[in-house]
């Protein structure tokens, strides 16, 4: 957006990953917050249908008792020919409180999960239930300690046992020292059950000082260690399953350090340093033996540097990142995989660079400027021998973009971009996977909104890729392929009366696709396809909280496939057609603050080529009470 009444910066957004020309937004207002509320949905979509009911209660009663109750409960159904799967997840908890005083305050809670899943296709079905008790002790504003003792019960794989736990939580913030502020949290929690045990611990240290503006150190030391035992089967219900415990054991232990230095009056340079080292094993534990399943050790290092500087009329973000990731396999036999807990079941060694620089620029009143350009390299390395797939890719992207105000009510906006990827596998054994990937892309939008009646929204987008193997003989084999693609879309809002307004979506897409011939610089077309789309609706205000859409859309669909014919050149036949159409209703009731009914339905009737005409039911559902 341009603020033409002021001196400063236009804002330009692309519409990309991480990239941006101005720190301002659109102004966003968010939802009220209801500590308290009841909603009941139902949808459908294709042979889907699912019902949740949510409920959350919090409040404060007479004698102080805090209480917090929340249920959430989902089930739905897969409807198909053979059978009806229905699939159900419960969770209910129970809260309460109680301020013996300003320091101290007691804690019950009660926690509920029932999952029944025959969708998953394994048993997954899971319950569980635990009852906590917790002590809040607060003696100062910056000390917490929290140590909680609970009962827990589980039931899976038709295994059920129970356990105590016990935890504490405890910190300590915001002790100045000097000038450094220093930050102390602990938090662990440990599960004894008859066969398993489940560990939880986090220990975390900060420390930061505010030299002067835009001048500060923090320093995080951090180590987490996480334990999961769970019960799993193997064979089947035939010859009968056998049960066992598998183990999961993750941690993580590093530093990290933030740095920001204010260099000049508009400059300021950031820096960011990290190493961290972890661990992670799965065993199943059966009856007297311990079948290693997974055994990795980590360590990764990150380390990035910037520096933005920010002037009246322009701004300059220059960067630089390095990531440095290896996995030790410590198995004594390596290779096979666990399907739940997939391994690389090999060392590997990754090292990402990347380099980039996004600026803005306004050039005139009514201009403005925005580039963002990018290079990176990654490289992989593995010990498999079997599968020697080591590479190195190397991504190059520059876009570039332009903003111009022809006045209040009318805007052009334009962007282009270039992205170029080159992948290198070192090994001969697939060195014929080596290929450039290059993609350009055109995006014009022009917005005309002469007053709030009306609003209208054209965009063009013209795209193209070329994917080129580096080892292609064009005389025997030719996999390059060209991808083309022009999209144009319309969006308009016209407001017929004060309570009446026309909504129109209208897009059309050609593309094509084919094989190339990148010396020749020419195209042999495989397919092409037009797909058309248009949706129309009519909003209307029966009251002040009662409105009503309805409408409907179509889309239609034409494939063709292309090939050489002897003396003929290239000969074009319909591959396919597919045509979807049907209305569309809409529905927002609010009686009062506290209730809200919304419907959104539609209907599509579906015909294709080679197939019977199809009804398809799409509606949504949503009763909310907020209180």
Not at 178 to 187: A, F
Not at 397 to 403: E, I, N, Y
Request: net charge neutral; glycine share 6%.
């Amino acid at each position: 957006m341009l603020n033409c009444s002021s001196g400063y910066v236009v804002v330009l957004v692309l519409s990309i990953p991480g990239v941006g020309f101005s720190q301002l937004a659109q102004d966003s207002q968010e939802p009220p917050i209801f500590p308290s509320y009841s909603k009941l949905n139902f949808s459908q979509q294709l042979n889907i249908y699912e019902w949740l009911y949510t409920f959350k209660y919090k409040r404060s009663l007479s004698n102080q008792l805090q209480l917090n109750i929340k249920e959430d409960f989902r089930t739905t159904l897969q409807s198909i020919s053979s059978k009806d799967l229905w699939k159900d997840n419960q969770d209910f908890e129970l809260k309460l409180g109680y301020p013996v005083n300003k320091a101290l305050s007691l804690h019950s809670e009660f926690h509920s999960h029932i999952l029944s899943d025959p969708l998953a296709g394994f048993d997954n079905d899971v319950v569980f239930h635990s009852g906590i008790a917790r002590l809040n002790y607060v003696p100062r504003h910056t000390i917490t300690i929290a140590p909680q003792v609970s009962s827990k019960w589980q039931t899976q794989l038709g295994q059920s046992d129970q356990g105590l736990s016990y935890g504490l939580d405890a910190r300590i913030e915001e002790v100045e020292i000097q000038g450094y502020i220093s930050d102390l949290s602990l938090s662990g929690e440990q599960d004894l059950f008859p066969e398993r045990k489940n560990e939880d611990l986090k220990l975390r240290y900060q420390i930061e000082r505010q030299f002067y503006e835009s001048t500060a150190d923090t320093l995080t030391i951090f180590f987490d260690r996480l334990r999961r035992d769970s019960f799993d089967a193997e064979g089947d219900e035939i010859v009968g399953r056998k049960i066992f415990v598998r183990n999961l054991t993750q941690s993580r232990r590093g530093i990290e350090n933030h740095l920001s230095y204010r260099i000049a009056s508009s400059s300021t340079l950031f820096l960011k340093n990290s190493f961290t080292a972890g661990s992670f094993t799965v065993n199943n534990l059966k009856q007297d033996t311990t079948e290693i399943r997974k055994d990795d050790a980590t360590f990764e290092s990150n380390h990035s540097v910037g520096i933005i500087v920010r002037h009246r009329t322009w701004f300059t973000n220059l960067g630089w990142s390095f990531r440095s990731r290896s996995l030790d396999d410590r198995r004594p036999v390596k290779g096979f995989l666990d399907p739940r807990h997939p391994s690389l079941g090999f060392d590997t060694e990754e090292v990402f660079v990347k380099l980039r620089l996004s600026s803005g620029l306004r050039v005139a009143k009514n201009d403005s400027l925005g580039v963002h350009a990018s290079v990176s390299k990654f490289q992989f390395d593995t010990s498999d021998t079997t599968n020697p797939n080591d590479h190195d890719q190397i991504r190059w992207q520059l876009t570039f973009a332009h903003s111009h105000y022809f006045g209040s009510n009318l805007k052009l906006t334009w962007r282009a971009s270039a992205f170029i990827n080159h992948l290198v596998f070192i090994s001969g054994q697939f060195s014929s996977g080596n290929n450039w990937e290059r993609v350009f892309q055109l995006m014009p939008q022009i917005v005309y909104k002469p007053d709030d009646r009306l609003t209208l929204r054209q965009r063009f987008t013209v795209r193209a890729k070329y994917q080129t193997f580096d080892f292609d003989n064009p005389a025997t084999s030719n996999r390059n392929t060209v991808n083309r693609q022009f999209i144009m879309a319309n969006n308009s809002t016209i407001a017929l009366s004060s309570r009446t307004w026309l909504e129109t979506e209208l897009s059309l897409e050609l593309a094509e696709q084919g094989k190339l011939f990148y010396s020749l610089w020419r195209q042999q077309l495989a397919l092409s396809w037009r797909n058309q789309e248009a949706r129309v609706l009519l909003r209307h205000k029966l009251g002040p909280n009662f409105t009503v859409s309805a409408g409907g859309n179509i889309f239609h669909q034409i494939r063709w496939n292309h090939k050489l014919v002897a003396g003929e050149g290239s000969e074009r036949t319909v591959r396919d057609k597919h045509t979807n159409l049907g209305p569309i209703l809409q529905m927002s009731y609010r009686p009062s603050e506290s209730v809200q009914f919304v419907f959104l339905g539609n209907v599509q009737v579906v015909t294709a080529s080679r197939r019977e005409t199809e009804y398809i039911n799409n509606f949504d559902v949503n009763v909310n009470w907020l209180f």
